[in-house]
Each structure stands twice: as C-alpha cells, then as structure tokens.
C-alpha cells in the first residue's frame, strides 16, 4: 500500500530573496514528507526568479534542479484552480518570500488572484498560513497587517537567518530561514538551524563556539 501523499502550497511575491523560495522548494519537493507542491508564482515573483536566480521558465528542474513528480505549477490568475477551494485539502500554506503588497493584500481579505485567494482559503479552513515576510524597514501599516493576519491565525516568519550557528557561507543563512519554516509545519529536515544549549552543531575545528 502506498503511503499517503499531502499538499502543500507555496507562493512566490516580489519582494527580493528568491533564494529562500528556491531552497525551500528543494526541500519540499525532494523531502521525507511525501509532499506534493502547488506552486504559484506573481508576476514580479517571475521577475524576481529571473533577476536573482537567473530563472525564466519556473519548471521543477529551472527551481530545484531535478525533475519533480510530486510538483504543479498553477496560473496566477486561475481562481478556479486547486488551491482556491476549500475542500482541496492541504496541509497548510507558505508564502516565500512575501512582499509587503502580498501582506497587505492578505490582511484586508482580498482573493482577486490565486496567492490571495488561497491564503483566504487557508485561513478560513484554520489551516497553517506562514507569511515569509522579507522587507525592511516596517511601517505602521506592515505592523498593523502582520497583527491583522497574526490575530486570524497566519503565522509571521520574517526572514531573518540566525548567527548564533556561526554561518560560513550564503546557504548556511538561507537554511536558517527554511528551517525555521520546515519547523513551523512539523516537516522533517537535516538543516543545522537548531540551538542546542551553548553548542552548535556546526563547531567545526578552529571555529568559535556561539556564546549569548
């Protein structure tokens, strides 16, 4: 008997870290989960795929660098898709990264595309919403909307790597972020983005252990 296979669905908005989608697509799709992607991506998310990765054409092997069975792409546009019913069911929702318009669009309740719409979907189905939010500095209104979703059960999750691993490289930031995401839908992972008491598990020979 095959085991059973989960959805998850995960957006793409403008706002620049293109990385942290691309890893957390990797991971999700190649994962111990048996989760099945649905992917939507704005249209300045495709600009963003483009300018930081080098990514026209959103395939599984352009994203993750593999073919991918348990991956669908869906239109931005296409309400009528999977995602925007309620009785599609999912294992929640990530949008990664998330731009202040996306937030913003979220919070007033707004479901004029797909990414807003399943968002609405996800929250009224109490089902997890993160919001990988990735803008700087907040004004009053981001405040205002992250506590607005925040109050109707979305989860934020800004992203902001933590140092206390001691990183190396741009990767060791980036796994720091999708961990932390991996962790809030209770996702199996091999990422060393864990504290660990006063030592991590990234000590290497001639490395500083973190210290608070």
């Known amino acids: 008997m095959s085991r059973h296979v989960s959805n998850i669905v995960v957006a793409v908005t403008g706002a620049s870290g293109a990385m942290y989608a691309r890893r957390l697509l990797q991971l999700l799709a190649g994962g111990e989960a048996r989760l099945h992607v649905h992917l939507i991506i704005s249209p300045h998310g ?5 300018d930081e990765l080098g990514v026209r054409d959103a395939t ?23 995602p ?34 399943a968002a609405q ?7 997890r919403l993160v919001l990988v939010h990735r803008e700087t500095p907040l004004s009053e209104i981001d405040l205002r909307n992250m506590l ?5 059960g979305g989860i934020i999750c800004p992203a902001e790597p933590a140092f206390y691993m001691m990183p190396r490289t741009i990767d060791d930031l ?3 972020v999708v961990g932390r ?9 091999e990422l060393h983005t864990r504290w660990a008491g006063g030592t991590t598990s990234w000590n290497l020979p001639g490395r500083k252990t973190a210290s608070r």
């Not at 994203?63 to 009528?80: C, E, K, M, S």
């Open 46 to 50: 495709e600009k963003l795929l483009a």
């Open 60 to 82: 599984p092997e352009a994203l993750i660098g593999a073919p991918a069975r348990r991956f669908t792409r869906h239109p931005y546009d296409d309400v009528g898709a999977e």
């Open 84 to 117: 925007a019913s309620g009785s599609f069911p999912t294992v929640g929702m990530v949008v990664c990264p998330c731009s202040s318009n996306t937030l913003g669009a979220i919070a007033s309740g707004l479901g004029d595309n797909l990414i807003t719409r």
């Open 121 to 127: 979907v996800t929250l009224k189905e109490r089902r």
């Open 148 to 152: 607005r979703i925040t109050r109707a």
């Open 174 to 176: 980036v796994d720091s």
């Open 181 to 189: 995401v991996l962790d809030l839908f209770h996702l199996p992972h």
